[in-house]
């Protein structure tokens, strides 16, 4: 099993900035700092460390600068990492109007660990799907069991160019769990993303199910590596798959 150490660093070096915002409709630079402008009036801040970024203080107030002057932008996220060192950045999102969300597991492992056949219950069955009412369907599920305040029944779909595969686990044609496979270009790894399950169906083995198929087609791509940003509910799940904990994300959030 490779060391956690080495996964993080493969981590930064390969999943931040440029693989963050390869879907963006337009990047700004500030100094270290990624500013993207994604669909649906979405700003998302990356970068790849502040070691050297001088006052912290004044980055975050030109960033929120930068989307006050477009109007069509309704919500930002900055995207921060608990292993950083970035002394004053979270009094500085505070004092500037973000607020935290839910902070997550940063999970990495190698794919070939999750792609064992994993028994389904009686009637489930896992599949891909490129269908536009059941991408919307499966997005609507997901946002019913995140409590997404801010999704919305005709929001853009996400880009369906890079490979990006839509998987959904269904009892009688009604998704009872969904994710995304998302290989990121030039990089060793795939994004699991969206895995959600309905709270009826959890403790079942059907998040494990889903997992399992989308690193399986993973694996026919290639891919080595995956990454998660996972909740509670998963994250334990992943690491009996055998997953690694590398770090915690909490996104900072500020609203229009």
Known sequence: MTEPAVLLQRYDDQLRTDAETQTAIDVAHLGPLLLATLAGGRGFITYRDLGGAGEIRDLVVRALAHYRDDPAISRVEWKTRGHDHAPGLEDALLENGFR????????????????DEVALPTGVTVRRTTAEDEIRAMNAMQAEVFDDQDWTPD????????????????????????????????????????????????????????????????????ITLVNVDCTEFSRPILERAGLVKVSTTTPYLWRR
């Open 155 to 222: 929001a853009p779909l996400p880009a369906t160019s890079g490979g990006i595969e839509y998987w959904v686990a269904e009892v009688a044609g009604q998704i009872v769990s969904a994710g995304r496979l998302e290989p990121v270009p030039g990089t060793d790894f795939a994004g699991l993303w969206g895995g959600a399950t309905r709270p009826e169906w959890r403790g079942r083995g059907i998040y494990r199910a889903l997992t399992a198929a989308r690193a399986r087609s993973a694996l026919e791509q290639g």
């Open 100 to 115: 935290p969300e839910a902070t997550e597991s940063i999970l990495i492992g190698e794919v070939a660990v999750l792609a």
